[in-house]
């Protein structure tokens, strides 16, 4: 008797809920009864223009990168700070010129910006013992570098196996 009573009762609750606008989530984060929303992280969504992900990595580190120097000290400013800026938008002009190359050349600039990502790695070691930036910033950054560098490898991979 109190199944029936229950199934109309959540019945009710669902006409009531379509009746008021209210959206109904899916069943899979049911906590002690209550639905609620799955969580998700936007950030992390393919991009709408369909940029290749080698691209967006790349951009959000330089980003992190300009983000975190800001509040570096004064006296590092303008000389490794500056070289570290400079590097991650070295990072992204070799790869918007190796999308726009064919084969040989495209090889070429992808080879640049896989140097460009070891220097930056290089710098990022040196801000961190200059203490331009903390342990946790040099964390950050390095699993960044090795994201887009595995992203940069297989897009090389896969341009030499067109050729």
Not at 36 to 43: A, G, L, M, T, W
Not at 65 to 82: C, G, H, Q
Not at 100 to 115: F, N
């Amino acid at each position: 008797m109190e199944n029936t009573e229950e199934k109309t009762l959540q019945e009710l609750t669902k006409e009531i809920d379509v009746e008021l606008g209210v959206p109904s989530y899916p069943q899979n984060g049911v906590v002690g009864g209550v639905s609620r929303k799955p969580f998700r992280i936007h950030d992390f969504d393919t991009p709408k223009d369909k940029e290749m992900a080698v691209f967006t990595h790349a951009k959000k580190l330089s980003e992190y990168i300009f983000v975190i120097t800001e509040k570096s000290p004064a006296k590092l400013r303008w000389n490794i700070v500056s070289r570290l800026l400079n590097c991650s938008v070295d990072i992204i002009e070799n790869l918007y010129t190796a999308n726009y190359m064919r084969g040989e050349d495209r090889i070429a600039w992808q080879k640049k910006a896989m140097i460009s990502l070891n220097l930056l790695d290089f710098y990022t070691e040196t801000a961190k013992t200059k203490q331009a930036i903390s342990v946790r910033q040099m964390t950050i950054i390095v699993k960044q570098i090795t994201e887009v560098r595995k992203l940069l490898t297989g897009w090389v991979k896969a341009t030499k196996s067109k050729l």
